[in-house]
């Protein structure tokens, strides 16, 4: 259920014909449904093994354990994203493995259907042999988007003239939060927010942190994670922002941009669109 959800709000952005003149590359919904396209004439199945059947996770093969989490979560995977999703997943969990090492609590600010922490948590029951999820918080709405604003917009086509609007309205993407907490029954030391941000944070532990993920995809949310995490991260602690690069989402990127030049604050970007820092 959860997945035809999903793949209806995708149809919605990416199957509608593209209208007005201008050149390709011009706007991001034409350019991530020209990739789609080319992708799907493709043979995925052969390119993802010869690039990553030979990559492992604490002792697992990627694949394997990225195709379980896929299944388990009821993720579904555009063939636009299919290799970044993969790598994104392996650098994901290996910044979360980095972390079990430190003193201080993990996070994942943006939830949606669970892919990402269930990576990061079997990762490290694999690595470790034993881990139930503990000092794992999970924060997210699971009632959809919150309300873009202009930082969020992108160009999109309109007749003859370019509009600009966000790539999702408030509400889309919506999840059930039974079926997304029962993804985690094997890891009953993880704990739920339920909330918009800023306001959940409110509701998190006063305590330090060793390792936060940041997938809201908008602009202010983000903003407001980092001032909430960043002063409270310990030294060696990793944040990593999902959205950096994402053509969809511009408004991750300035909010990440204008918080680390206004403190300071060097980071790495990924192939993959993701950002990091440590602290």
């Keep these: ?144 988007f919150p309300q873009p604003q202009p930082e969020d917009f992108i160009p999109i086509r309109g007749g003859n003239e370019t509009k600009y609007a966000p790539a999702f309205v408030a509400g889309d993407a919506a999840v059930s939060f039974e079926q997304v907490r029962s993804v985690f029954r094997a890891f009953p030391g993880v704990q739920f927010h339920r909330g918009f941000i800023p306001e959940v944070l409110a509701q998190l532990p006063e305590t330090s942190w060793a390792f936060v993920h940041i997938d809201v995809d908008l602009h202010d949310p983000t903003l407001a994670s980092l001032d909430y995490f960043y002063p409270r991260m310990v030294k060696g602690g990793v944040i990593v922002c999902d959205d950096y690069g994402s053509k969809l989402f511009p408004g991750a990127r300035k909010a990440w941009e204008s918080y680390c030049t206004e403190n300071g604050i060097a980071f790495v970007t990924l192939e993959t669109g993701q950002s990091v820092l440590i602290k």
């Design 1 to 144: 259920m959860l997945r035809e959800i999903v793949r209806s709000v995708v149809r919605r952005l990416f199957e509608a014909p593209p209208g007005g003149a201008g050149g390709q590359g011009s706007f991001p919904v034409d350019d991530l449904r020209a990739l789609k396209e080319r992708h799907e004439r493709a043979p995925l199945d052969l390119h993802t093994g010869i690039l990553f059947r030979d990559v492992a996770i604490g002792g697992m093969g990627l694949l394997e354990l990225y195709e379980s989490c896929i299944r388990e979560s009821d993720t579904a995977v555009s063939p636009w994203k299919t290799f970044a999703r993969i790598q994104g997943a392996a650098n994901l969990a290996r910044y979360f493995l980095y972390s079990l090492d430190l003193e201080g609590a993990r996070a994942e600010c943006g939830v949606f259907q669970g892919f990402s922490a269930l990576f990061a948590c079997r990762a490290a029951a694999l690595k470790a042999g034993r881990y139930g999820g503990e000092g794992l918080h999970l924060i997210d709405s699971f009632e959809g």
